[in-house]
């Protein structure tokens, strides 16, 4: 009796206790949630005084759970502190699991510091990494391009990158030294538009997936053409160059009452004022123009890639509107600084031999001569990362299907060199410290090989075409005992992967004459014997975005915003949205209580806060970059996609819906692209 009354006194006891010890877990989960929000908070500002700082900071944030979506909805809903954006605890998460990647931040880097976290019960704590600190990092497209502009001669991309931490730097010099350096004769980079690392398989691309390191290298962010295309012209982050896309908002000087064209420059072709009345003539040339003063608009939508730089709602050259080469383009080519090195010497070399008989000197091992081939070379921005100007680059552009001479664009002369007299008839320059600057142009345009069942096998084609010619100028550069460097650039697959979705078959196949070309350029240059070096990569991968993953904002969204670049093949992925003046918060606010379709999908960040997390690059951005970039970006986490009224009207919602690739995010299909180094060395 005794023990049943012990047994029943236990088993009342227990019952008692357990709904206590429930009641105290929860009210304990709860507490311990305040704490660590309390504790965010507190670090997070702490963080924004000083957001420099990654590997002897004070990093203090909350871990989610499994269930953090859910949570963290719940926690926005409640919240009262603007500062407290629990997207960024997401963001954080996701990356520690590997779901999304830093642009050059590991995963280890993320969950070591939830693993630290976890053993401080959330407290602030000062983060001390191991000695090897390159662990926690990952070579980005800007160590290769870095990489690259040192081959070529320029000074200023090295003294750039000894300014940066250690870490940094061991990457750049190790792809310098894998490629073989100055000592290398001949370099060729090819960039394949959106074949990402995730594309080449034994199936794929049999050769190249031999020599592939799948883990090497990621993208720049936003992982879009622009951005790695201005990234390889200057070797700078997107955070200094400013060209997160083909398309940017962006206005030049101030506006004053009563002074309509107060923010037009001088034009530097004429050294006269841009008028009133020499705009308006402009603007009489277009249709739409409904005889509306220029003058009078606000911020201009500026098309990069075009025949000429221009206002995408007026259709009038950006030069028109008082912007200047240095407005658009706010880096220096490092192409144009080896040109401007190259003419320097060429005149001071001149100079001695008349003045002092002395002896041509000795040509520096670093200056080679340029080979470009792509199929942009007629457009501006081409023009512009080539480093060149127009007359400069005329003389010797050809097109390599037809061999008829083209036009030169502004992003062309750009490219190449643009004022540098050693380009002037360049053709006719090989001096012993002159540069010779080379452009061929792929036949191809934009949408010529879509649409079509033989389009795989043109864009194969017109990349042999390109292979072709590297050959041929290879050769003749051989003969003259002269180094190079060329890039071959090709718009595939990214072209049919956009129009049909990155697993179909067409893709595949291009891929695969892809991969093939590459073989036989290899061993055309192996079978001459050449000291030569092919290095393939590609600006981003891509993701496919089925049509119930197009995602249209919401009219109230819509309202507090005046500008938001969005698009179902990318913009959409990264979205930059400009919000009316004093509208922020409330469009926060907005965000925050809109579907769980945009908060389950998408990642609101501040720009400040995007820049804090160094996703634009370890420094931060230039002063005029900044406006560019909006006040908030909306970031995909999956393949949903913000894509405008028209195109949900046409991807979507019609009859004929379909599938379409993309990319912009964060992704590691968009961010993993291929590190591919052939030497005779690896081919031995």
């Known amino acids: 009796m005794i023990g049943a009354s012990n047994h029943q006194h236990n088993t009342s006891t227990k019952r008692i206790t357990i709904p206590i010890l429930a009641a105290c877990g929860i009210a304990a989960t709860a507490a311990t949630t305040v704490i660590v929000a309390m504790h965010y908070q507190r670090w997070h500002r702490k963080r924004r005084k000083n957001s420099r700082r990654y590997y002897a900071s004070t990093i203090t944030r909350s871990t989610c759970t499994e269930h953090s979506t859910t949570k963290c909805n719940q926690q926005i809903r409640r919240r009262h502190d603007d500062n407290k954006n629990c997207d960024i605890q997401r963001l954080y998460e996701l990356f520690a699991q590997g779901k999304l990647q830093h642009p050059y931040f590991t995963a280890d880097y993320y969950y070591h510091i939830q693993k630290q976290l976890l053993h401080n019960n959330g407290n602030e704590m000062k983060l001390q990494h191991a000695d090897d600190e390159t662990d926690f990092t990952r070579a980005n497209f800007t160590d290769l391009s870095r990489a690259i502009s040192r081959i070529c001669g320029d000074d200023q991309s090295q003294h750039q990158q000894n300014q940066q931490k250690q870490q940094y730097q061991q990457h750049t010099n190790r792809i310098y030294n894998e490629i073989g350096g100055t000592k290398r004769s001949h370099v060729i980079l090819i960039l394949c538009d959106g074949m990402g690392s995730t594309f080449l398989n034994a199936e794929n691309a049999p050769f190249l997936c031999q020599f592939n390191d799948p883990d090497r290298l990621r993208a720049v962010w936003p992982s879009t053409t622009a951005a790695a295309l201005t990234t390889l012209a200057t070797a700078t982050w997107p955070g200094q160059h400013g060209m997160p896309g083909w398309d940017l908002r962006d206005t030049v000087g101030c506006d004053m009452p009563g002074v309509p064209n107060a923010h037009l420059h001088v034009s530097g072709d004429n050294n006269a004022t841009t008028t009133t009345a020499s705009i308006a003539s402009t603007e009489n040339s277009h249709a739409n123009q409904n005889n509306s003063s220029i003058t009078s608009i606000g911020p201009v939508q500026l098309r990069i890639l075009a025949h000429k730089v221009v206002d995408q709602r007026s259709g009038v050259p950006a030069k028109l509107l008082g912007f200047t080469d240095q407005d658009v383009y706010l880096e220096t080519p490092w192409a144009r600084r080896v040109l401007l090195l190259s003419d320097h010497d060429h005149r001071h070399s001149g100079l001695l031999q008349k003045e002092e008989a002395a002896v041509v000197p000795e040509p520096d091992p670093r200056r080679r001569n340029m080979i470009f081939v792509n199929a942009y070379n007629g457009d501006e921005f081409p023009n512009w990362y080539q480093g060149g100007s127009d007359a400069a680059v005329s003389a010797s552009n050809s097109n390599a299907s037809t061999g008829e001479e083209t036009t030169i664009t502004e992003f062309s002369a750009w490219q190449a060199g643009k004022g540098c007299?050693?380009?002037?008839?360049?053709?006719?320059?090989?001096?012993?410290?002159?540069?010779?600057?080379?452009?061929?142009?792929?036949?191809?345009?934009?949408?010529?090989?879509?649409?079509?069942?033989?389009?795989?096998?043109?864009?194969?084609?017109?990349?042999?075409?390109?292979?072709?010619?590297?050959?041929?100028?290879?050769?003749?550069?051989?003969?003259?005992?002269?180094?190079?460097?060329?890039?071959?650039?090709?718009?595939?697959?990214?072209?049919?992967?956009?129009?049909?979705?990155?697993?179909?078959?067409?893709?595949?196949?291009?891929?695969?004459?892809?991969?093939?070309?590459?073989?036989?350029?290899?061993?055309?240059?192996?079978?001459?014997?050449?000291?030569?070096?092919?290095?393939?990569?590609?600006?981003?991968?891509?993701?496919?975005?089925?049509?119930?993953?197009?995602?249209?904002?919401?009219?109230?969204?819509?309202?507090?915003?005046?500008?938001?670049?969005?698009?179902?093949?990318?913009?959409?992925?990264?979205?930059?949205?400009?919000?009316?003046?004093?509208?922020?918060?409330?469009?926060?606010?907005?965000?925050?209580?809109?579907?769980?379709?945009?908060?389950?999908?998408?990642?609101?960040?501040?720009?400040?806060?995007?820049?804090?997390?160094?996703?634009?690059?370890?420094?931060?951005?230039?002063?005029?970059?900044?406006?560019?970039?909006?006040?908030f970006v909306a970031m995909a986490i999956g393949?949903?996609?913000?894509?405008?009224?028209?195109?949900?009207?046409?991807?979507?919602?019609?009859?004929?819906?379909?599938?379409?690739?993309?990319?912009?995010?964060?992704?590691?299909?968009?961010?993993?692209?291929?590190?591919?180094?052939?030497?005779?060395?690896?081919?031995?």
Request: glycine fraction near 8%.
């Open 421 to 631: 007299k050693s380009c002037e008839n360049q053709q006719h320059h090989h001096g012993r410290n002159n540069i010779m600057v080379d452009l061929a142009t792929i036949g191809e345009t934009v949408y010529d090989t879509l649409g079509l069942n033989e389009g795989a096998q043109d864009a194969i084609q017109f990349f042999a075409d390109g292979v072709n010619v590297v050959l041929e100028r290879i050769q003749m550069a051989q003969e003259q005992n002269t180094p190079t460097f060329t890039y071959l650039y090709t718009a595939h697959p990214d072209k049919h992967m956009h129009a049909l979705g990155v697993g179909h078959e067409r893709v595949k196949q291009v891929i695969r004459g892809i991969d093939s070309e590459i073989e036989r350029l290899w061993n055309g240059l192996m079978r001459q014997n050449l000291d030569a070096a092919i290095v393939v990569t590609a600006d981003h991968g891509h993701v496919t975005v089925m049509p119930e993953q197009m995602v249209e904002l919401p009219r109230n969204l819509l309202d507090c915003l005046e500008y938001a670049n969005i698009g179902v093949h990318g913009y959409g992925r990264h979205a930059y949205l400009h919000c009316r003046t004093g509208l922020q918060e409330e469009f926060r606010r907005r965000w925050d209580a809109s579907t769980a379709l945009l908060r389950d999908n998408f990642l609101l960040l501040s720009i400040d806060e995007a820049i804090d997390e160094h996703l634009f690059g370890p420094s931060p951005p230039k002063l005029q970059v900044r406006p560019r970039l909006g006040d």
């Open 639 to 684: 393949r949903h996609t913000l894509a405008t009224a028209n195109e949900i009207g046409i991807y979507r919602d019609s009859a004929d819906s379909k599938c379409v690739g993309a990319h912009g995010s964060l992704l590691p299909e968009e961010m993993n692209i291929p590190y591919i180094v052939l030497t005779p060395e690896v081919g031995s």
